[in-house]
T-cell receptor, first 113, second 113 residues
């Protein structure tokens, strides 16, 4: 158990819908990261937050947005969902957000029908 | 472009033998971090080992060691005394100056009894 929690574990929804994925980092970690793992694109970095501020951005679609709240939990919002958004979404956390070890949550498996 | 290459889609190893999983990377950043993660069939991402680009010594963590050859830009993972529980996907990853971690395509390791 990495100490990072993600909810829900599984999510099934329809195209065009909007969902919110939630992540709580390890105790003491200030930075959270979001990743998408799909069969065709592999593991891709989406976005990083450090202490509430966006720090790094990867291949995140405009339909996706994220934020980190004052209690350091983070949410990833996915809207206008398409079939291709079906994937495993991971949250990870680290202490300071520098080039250091990131600990991953168990992931949220999203299926868009 | 910052890229991670894992050339072995699948590997087999006999229980109790050692195995090396290959990883090469491409970056022009002088400062970066290299990681290996394990993903069992249950889906979680488990941190195994970390190597900083300025570290003089190869990283070791129990049965895992990272064979870091900076000039060749390679960061191979060596697992000694393989166990059945080592059967999983293994991902090599690099985090450059921009903090957007890049993953290789992964190697599926199967440990045979």
């Amino acid at each position: 158990d990495s100490g990072v929690t993600q909810t829900p574990k599984h999510l099934i929804t329809a195209t065009g819908q909007r969902v919110t994925l939630r992540c709580s980092p390890r105790s003491g970690d200030l930075s959270v990261y979001w990743y998408q793992q799909s069969l065709d694109q592999g593991l891709q970095f989406l976005i990083q937050y450090y202490n509430g501020e966006e720090r790094a951005k990867g291949n995140i679609l405009e339909r996706f947005s994220a934020q980190q709240f004052p209690d350091l939990h983070s949410e990833l919002n996915l809207s206008s969902l398409e079939l291709g958004d079906s994937a495993l979404y991971f949250c990870a956390s680290s202490v300071s957000g520098a080039r250091e070890t990131q600990y991953f949550g168990p992931g949220t498996r999203l299926l868009v029908l | 472009a910052q890229k991670i290459t894992q050339t072995q889609p699948g590997m087999f190893v006999q229980e109790k033998e050692a195995v090396t999983l290959d990883c090469t990377y491409d970056t022009s950043d002088p400062s970066y971090g290299l990681f290996w993660y394990k993903q069992p069939s249950s889906g979680e991402m488990i941190f195994l080992i970390y190597q900083g680009s300025y570290d003089q010594q190869n990283a070791t963590e129990g049965r895992y060691s990272l064979n870091f050859q900076k000039a060749r830009k390679s960061a191979n993972l060596v697992i000694s005394a393989s166990q059945l529980g080592d059967s999983a996907m293994y991902f090599c990853a690099m985090i450059p100056r921009t903090n957007d971690m890049r993953f290789g395509a992964g190697t599926r390791l199967t440990v045979k009894p």
